[in-house]
Antibody, heavy 121, light 107 residues
């Protein structure tokens, strides 16, 4: 059974940084593309970033490009999201998710329960 | 960027009803739409892939149709366990985008 457990959320001041982690189990992590998705209060989900199986390729939505970095450690079955220059509009629940397809083209598949990030002074 | 307009935002229905949720894309996205269900306190799960393919293990009461710009999720013979938040995703082009979601209440 696929299990994804996010951690690292919390309250941070505007301009601050935070690093989210996602512990994966129940599947062969190194063979999957992975994603981060967030959902702000009262809004639909927003895809943030993808990373290829070996970490060699990443993609980002424009709203976080240059501020967020997705990475992974296949030896530890872990996915990360380093977030800098956080803004109030980054307040959301952040989810890690598996990506369907060997080419990483078929959308997200399985999700974790999420971790809440609140940006507030 | 492709915008997905999902409707309605909320619906209340009775067990046994047929429920339809719409997702309209701002441009042609072939059949590159997935649908997800998120029940309270649980992780979201995929229920329909590529517009019409039922994810293995998902109840056949769920059906997806559509191609191009108009997509529909239908729940037949609604059951109390179907109370959840449903949303669509387009994976035709980056950035992948989601609909706003539909909360389905079962009376």
């Amino acid at each position: 059974e696929v299990q994804l457990v996010e951690s690292g959320g919390g309250v941070v001041q505007p301009g601050g940084s935070l690093r989210l982690s996602c512990a994966a189990s129940g599947f062969t992590f190194r063979t999957y593309w992975m994603s981060w998705v967030r959902q702000a209060p009262g809004k639909g989900p927003e895809w943030l970033a993808n990373i290829k199986r070996d970490g060699s390729k990443t993609s980002y939505v424009d709203s976080v490009k240059g501020r967020f970095t997705i990475s992974r450690d296949n030896a530890k079955n872990s996915l990360f999201l380093q977030m800098y220059d956080l803004r109030s509009e980054d307040t959301a629940v952040y989810y890690c998710a598996t990506v369907r397809g060997d080419t990483g083209d078929y959308g997200v598949d399985y999700w974790g329960l999420g971790t809440l990030v609140t940006v507030s002074s | 960027e492709t915008t997905l307009t999902q409707s309605p935002a909320f619906m209340s229905a009775t067990p046994g009803d047929k429920v339809t949720i719409s997702c309209k894309a701002s441009q042609d996205i072939d059949d590159d739409v997935n649908w997800y269900q998120q029940q309270p306190g649980e992780a979201a799960i995929p229920i329909i892939q590529d517009a019409s393919t039922l994810v293995p293990g998902v109840s056949p009461r769920f059906s997806g149709t559509g191609f191009g710009t108009d997509f529909t999720l239908t729940i037949y013979d609604l059951e109390s366990e179907d109370a959840a938040y449903y949303f669509c995703l387009q994976h035709d082009n980056l950035p992948w985008t989601f609909g706003q979601g539909t909360k389905v209440e079962v009376k």
